[in-house]
């Protein structure tokens, strides 16, 4: 049993994941009940460091999230924080040897949000890495519980996963990362005149990661598959919402999955994952 203030640090970071996403908040219920709290420690702690660079405009953002990486890595070293946030991460982080490269490839992709603007192709592949398919493994930990010849069976598609998933973000967000932020992140594309060739170049190259991720979910274990086949699910049904409009379309609107959508779609993967009946 955990102690109160660990329990109340773990209870933060369920309320950030629920507030800031309905679509991970429904992804999270879908797991196994072990996996929960391990899980929204992981989102809170990727969350506010990218509400850092994301949102605190008027607030000096490189001290803030120098701040933040060094009160993370004191607290995994000492094994507690103040910080309910890092609190309840350092606990995963120890429990589950989360490798500390993960951590620092994830914050390093933070660093790069406070001055990157435009990224070339090994820039890309570098904050993709960081950004998204570290936090797949963190993941991937918690679900292999120290299974490392599982890990390493499964690195791959999760790697896979989690780059299809930002991929889609960046086409979903691409008006409020130029407009907001003044970012473009896929390389050599210009926003202004973001054509329909380049926009089916990266649409091609997200459909094969989504294939070669689907692979690594069926193997997943069963108390973790539901969960995320559900997030495949969802961003699928999202990315073909973005795949049947024109570049000038996603350049002036967000393209989003209804709430209403998305508790039907919880349902259907809910039945398929009980019939061992997953499909693309």
Request: a positive charge; glycine letters at 6%; charged letters at 45%.
């Given at each position: 049993?955990?102690?109160?203030?660990t329990q109340t640090a773990f209870d933060c970071s369920k309320l950030i994941?629920?507030?800031y996403s309905t679509s991970f908040s429904l992804g999270i219920r879908t797991l196994n009940k072990k996996y929960h709290e391990s899980i929204y420690a992981i989102y809170g702690f990727v969350r506010y460091a990218d509400e850092i660079v994301d949102t605190f405009h008027d607030h000096n953002k490189e001290e803030l999230l120098a701040r933040f990486k060094s009160d993370t890595y004191k607290s995994i070293e000492?094994?507690?924080s103040l910080n309910p946030v890092l609190h309840s991460f350092q606990e995963v982080v120890n429990q589950y040897q989360i490798d500390l490269d993960l951590i620092e490839a994830f914050l390093i992709s933070m660093e790069m949000d406070l001055s990157k603007k435009d990224y070339e192709d090994p820039e890309y592949e570098k904050y993709i890495y960081g950004s998204a398919e570290v936090i797949g493994l963190m993941c991937l930990k918690v679900f292999l519980d120290g299974d490392e010849k599982k890990y390493q069976e499964l690195l791959?598609?999760?790697k896979h996963l989690g780059s299809a998933f930002q991929k889609v973000n960046f086409l979903?967000?691409?008006k409020s990362d130029y407009d907001e932020r003044?970012?473009?992140y896929f390389p050599?594309?210009?926003?202004?005149?973001?054509?329909?060739?380049?926009?089916n170049q990266i649409e091609s190259d997200i459909k094969e990661e989504f294939k070669q991720a689907l692979i690594g979910i069926k193997l997943l274990p069963s108390g973790a598959r539901a969960g995320v086949y559900l997030a495949y699910i969802y961003y699928s049904v999202l990315f073909k919402k973005i795949t049947k409009l024109s570049p000038e379309?996603?350049?002036t609107e967000r393209i989003r999955v209804p709430n209403g959508k998305k508790f039907l779609l919880l349902i259907k993967c809910y039945f398929l994952h009980k019939l061992n009946f997953i499909v693309a």
């Open positions: 049993m955990k102690d109160l203030y994941t629920k507030t000492e094994k507690i791959k598609p999760a979903r967000d691409i003044g970012r473009v050599g594309v210009n926003f202004k005149n973001f054509s329909r060739e380049e926009k379309k996603i350049k």
